[in-house]
T-cell receptor, first 118, second 109 residues
Framework: GAGVSQSPSNKVTEKGKDVELRCDPI?????LYWYRQSLGQGLEFLIY????????KSGLPSDRFSAERTGGSVSTLTIQRTQQEDSAVYLC????????????????FGNGTRLTVT | DAKTTQPTSMDCAEGRAANLPCNHS???????VYWYRQIHSQGPQYIIH???NNETNEMASLIITEDRKSSTLILPHATLRDTAVYYC??????????FGTGTSLTVIP
């Protein structure tokens, strides 16, 4: 594909339900990142993958949030027992090299999944 | 924490050059300067990045001062579609991409 693909584009769920958000990075990109953006706010870093491992999970807001990446490609972000404060746009990005920035590899973003918890 | 300072908002006349400033006085030697923009309801779009030298691509030019403490993004002929929030980021690793609140650029017809 030409860019980072995220699905679904929109998700409405009831408080307390679990949700899974999917990210398909650009082919060949080894690094993958999840961010979230609340209305009118900047981007908040959640987690970073290098290949299938996650050397930095420091941004995950609670143990209800988890993410995995398989085959060095697709990643899923899972939110368990969703709360209203989880409502936000969840953005995925990928970059060609690990530690994007160390060699000037920019992040390329998808258009996000808009999650609404009612 | 934000390592950059940008004006909150700017206006630019259509067809004129838009010059967006960014201060990054605490930048370290191995950190790059990146510019992104975000149009409503879309993910951030990569524009350009640089380390020391000025850079130019099909979208914009990036001018970095010799001491690397500030930079300017130049859109040479702004169009209405360039209305967006522009983010200046200094980073060494991807998980240090702190987007802050950026500059809201409005291109006026």
């Amino acid at each position: 594909g030409a860019g980072v693909s995220q699905s679904p584009s929109n998700k409405v769920t009831e408080k307390g339900k679990d949700v899974e958000l999917r990210c398909d990075p650009i082919s060949g990109h080894t690094a993958l990142y999840w961010y979230r953006q609340s209305l009118g706010q900047g981007l908040e870093f959640l987690i970073y993958f290098q290949g299938n491992s996650a050397p930095d999970k420091s941004g995950l807001p609670s143990d209800r949030f988890s993410a995995e990446r398989t085959g060095g490609s697709v990643s899923t972000l899972t939110i368990q027992r969703t709360q209203q404060e989880d409502s936000a746009v969840y953005l995925c990005a990928s970059s060609l090299m690990g530690r994007a920035g160390a060699r000037g590899s920019p992040l390329h973003f998808g258009n996000g999944t808009r999650l609404t918890v009612t | 924490d934000a390592k950059t300072t940008q004006p909150t908002s700017m206006d630019c006349a259509e067809g004129r050059a838009a010059n967006l400033p960014c201060n990054h006085s605490t930048i370290s030697g191995n950190e790059y300067v990146y510019w992104y923009r975000q149009i409503h309801s879309q993910g951030p779009q990569y524009i350009i990045h640089g380390l020391k030298n000025n850079e130019t691509n099909e979208m914009a030019s990036l001018i970095i001062t010799e001491d690397r403490k500030s930079s300017t993004l130049i859109l040479p002929h702004a169009t209405l579609r360039d209305t967006a929030v522009y983010y200046c980021i200094v980073a060494n690793t991807g998980n240090q991409f702190y987007f802050g609140t950026g500059t809201s650029l409005t291109v006026i017809p």
